[in-house]
């Protein structure tokens, strides 16, 4: 493999870090006035008992943003402001430091905001409270904590023999000494004095917990008695904070029982889809314009939004789901960024990463589904039972998805993979070319495939930057014809022209003729290196292709003409000239650049440069059809017959390679061929005088399979 160019995004802009908001003015999602109308409900609560509010609302859904924005509005004015004390029970290990955290957090707050004698007296009886029953639930471990362990005349019996020990455990020896000579306060007594101190207070407590929904079982229910069990102490209102199903289910008594402690529930405002679609729209172009992909993920918005409609919506229904996932993407656009050019299809990687992060076990059959999920639909139009396959395939990818995934799924994977998208009697419902699939980069294309999940270019593949820079050559023919021969030789042949075809926009107007020319170049190259390679006849004509495609894109008649004229090989031109010919809608510009390249034919005969070319017979052939009746290439071929030498050579030129069901490539005369050049009558004559001591034992078996065809009027194979 060939790792990418890394990094052009810098590192602190590749993530998108699951932050919640803290003020009202961060707002986008259209919370602000519900935290607010909050924030003036209970900064205008008065009561003589505890108030206890919920605010419900699923994982990523945004509650603890809406805490902040609640805690920023009551600060305003901050004369009627309640004192904030924010405790975070997630923070904090086991039922005993839940308890002790509890009251430790809130006397903390108390002292700090008022440092007057009450104040500290206030913030200590808080302290001594919850060290109380912080001792009540390490001495009865393994006994639930129940609401009458703080509450009622057992609580009095249960505490009072303990609680010098809870001075001895809490402040060492100074408290246990402080104990031996204080009088034994019980619970309930502690609960009154602390009541009548919070009664004083000239504005309330406001105790927000967060996080509920992240303990464990045991923890949530120990929570929940806690605020049950202190629910009635004055000026104090509990905000919590969590995900209402999973915590009923925590509850033994379920619903019924979280009822009875809270008074007042609030499921949070559901945000507008068209919102959410629009700070999605926001993060997206903020890590694609730093990926310099915005461009081609523009040009493909209509495919986005189709995906989000019909599939990914589904998936990213609340801001930590965008967070994740932009934040997911970014990584990944940005190890794909390799220089100029873009080396992924953002919105495949877009869709393919809804997968990976929300239903991986799909994404992992995608991975291993390349074969079916990749094949050329193109050439498969009337395949019979195609829907009832893509039914199987898509069914097989999506299995381990839970049920209420399964259609947004569906919808998203037949538009990466337009094979799985099979409508009304077996047709695709695609409008994709060969072409815009490869200039696209898209996923469906079997080399792109492997780099949606490999994070780099496979060793069988070429980059669009690699691309880029051989459209940059254009304008020197020399290091054009050189890096193109490079990538042949490694075997890029295939993809290298398919892509270059797909990209054709690259090339600038002014190098067209330089570029034509070293593909007429390049192609002679490969004929004389590879002369009995059967396959090269498809090379050729794909070559000329690509002139065929600029003739009719292009404004480049003459720039096609002077390439042909001037380039250094003979088959190319010849090649570029028929497929004019046989599709141009300007037959006379046609008719000249074949005339053009039958000269060309007609100078190497003269030069005797023809006579060795491997292509000889095609070469041959034209010159004979499109010379307007003249008798040259006869003449030509009567003359170069004339020795056994040049007998044999004919000959052997005039074999074709044919693809064989049992053998393979194998080589067959073509008597259809060369009787345009010489009768039969007359090449039966001239075999007749071969001298058989005077050949190889390759010429002997072309003589021979030449002589019976001859003989029986009939192409023969040739042996070996």
């Known amino acids: 493999r060939r790792c990418l160019k890394r990094s052009v995004m810098p590192p602190g802009k590749i993530f998108s870090p699951d932050q919640p908001i803290h003020r009202t003015k961060e707002d986008k999602l259209g919370r602000k006035d519900f935290a607010k109308h909050m924030a003036d409900a209970i900064r205008g609560w008065k009561g003589n008992d505890s108030l206890c509010l919920a605010l419900y609302g699923e994982w990523g859904s945004g509650k603890t943003s809406i805490k902040n924005m609640i805690v920023d509005a009551l600060q305003k ?26 009251f430790t957090e809130i006397g903390a707050k108390l ?9 500290k007296e206030r913030a200590s009886l808080f302290r001594n409270y919850g060290t109380a029953l912080t001792f009540g639930s390490v001495a009865i471990k393994g006994i639930r904590i129940a609401t009458s362990l703080f509450t009622g005349p057992a609580s009095e019996m249960l505490f009072e023999p303990m609680q010098r020990g809870v001075d001895a455990l809490k402040d060492g020896a100074e408290a246990a000494e402080k104990a031996s000579i204080e009088e034994i306060v019980p619970l309930d007594e502690r609960k009154k004095v602390l009541s009548q101190s919070l009664q004083a207070l000239k504005r309330p407590i406001l105790v927000i917990v967060d996080d509920i929904d992240r303990l464990v079982d045991d923890e949530i229910r120990l929570l929940f008695r806690l605020v049950k069990s202190n629910a009635d102490f004055p000026n104090v209102i509990y905000l919590l904070l969590f995900h209402r199903d999973h915590v009923e289910r925590a509850l033994l008594g379920g619903r019924s029982y979280m009822e009875k402690i809270i008074q007042v529930g609030f499921e949070i405002p559901k945000v507008e889809s068209k919102k959410l679609k629009e700070l999605l729209e926001i993060e997206l172009h903020s890590i ?18 189709a995906i989000y409609r019909s599939g990914a919506s589904h998936f990213l229904g609340t801001m930590r789901d965008i967070k994740r996932f932009t934040s997911n993407l970014g990584f990944y656009l940005n190890m794909f960024r390799n220089g100029a050019r873009p080396e992924i299809n953002p919105v495949d990687l877009a869709a393919i990463q809804i997968l990976a992060i929300f239903e991986p076990g799909v994404y992992h059959r995608v991975h291993t589904s390349k074969g079916p999920l990749t094949t050329d639909y193109h050439h498969s139009s009337t395949d019979e039972g195609r829907a009832e396959k893509s039914d199987l395939l898509l069914n097989h990818i999506t299995a381990p998805a839970g049920e209420d995934n399964r259609s947004p799924l569906d919808n998203i994977l037949k538009e990466l993979f337009p094979i799985l998208n099979v409508g009304h009697l077996g047709m695709i419902n695609s409008t994709e070319t060969n072409d815009s699939i490869l200039r696209n980069l898209r996923i469906c294309d079997r080399i792109f495939f492997d ?68 593909l007429c170049d390049v192609g002679e190259k490969i004929v004389w290196a590879d002369r009995e390679k059967p396959s090269l006849s498809m090379r050729e004509e794909r070559l000329a292709q690509l002139a065929g495609i600029l003739l009719v ?73 499109h010379n307007s009746g003249a008798e040259d290439a006869k003449e030509w071929v009567g003359r170069a017959i004339v020795t056994q030498d040049g007998l044999i050579h004919i000959l052997e030129a005039f074999t074709r390679h044919v693809l064989s069901s049992h053998a393979g490539w194998i080589r067959r005369t073509d008597l259809k061929s060369i009787k345009q050049f010489i009768s039969l009558k007359e090449l039966r004559l001239r075999m007749g005088s071969i001298d058989a001591s005077k050949c190889s034992a390759m010429s002997l078996r072309v003589i021979n399979a030449w002589g019976k065809a001859c003989q029986d009027d009939s192409d023969e194979d040739i042996e070996g």
């Not at 990926?291 to 209509?302: A, D, K, N, R, Y």
């Not at 023919?477 to 890096?483: H, K, T």
Request: with cysteine; charged share 25%.
């Open 451 to 518: 780099r949606y999940f490999h994070l780099d270019i496979q060793n069988d593949d070429i980059s669009q930057n690699e691309l880029l820079a051989l459209f940059e050559l254009a304008h020197d023919r020399e290091r054009l014809v050189r890096s193109l021969l490079e990538f042949i030789d490694r075997g890029f042949w295939d993809v290298l022209f398919d892509r270059m075809q797909a990209h054709l926009d690259y090339l600038r107007d002014s190098d067209i003729e330089s570029f034509i020319a070293s």
């Open 77 to 102: 004015p901050t004369t009627k402001a309640p004192l904030v004390v924010e405790f975070n029970p997630w923070q904090w290990s086991g039922q005993e430091q839940l308890i002790s955290a509890f």
């Open 111 to 119: 002292g700090q905001s008022d440092t007057s004698k009450e104040g």
């Open 288 to 305: 694609l314009k730093a990926t310099s992909m915005i461009e081609l993920f523009e040009s493909q918005h209509s495919r986005w939004d």
């Open 553 to 625: 894109t292009r404004e480049c008649n003459e720039a096609i003409r002077n390439a042909c004229e001037n380039s250094e090989g003979i088959l190319i031109p010849l090649h570029i000239a028929l497929d004019t010919f046989s599709k141009s809608s300007k037959p006379e510009f046609a008719m000249g650049l074949l005339q053009s390249s039958i000269h060309k034919v007609r100078a190497a005969a003269k030069s005797g440069t023809l006579y060795d070319h491997p292509r000889l017979a095609f070469l041959l052939r034209n010159w004979q059809w």
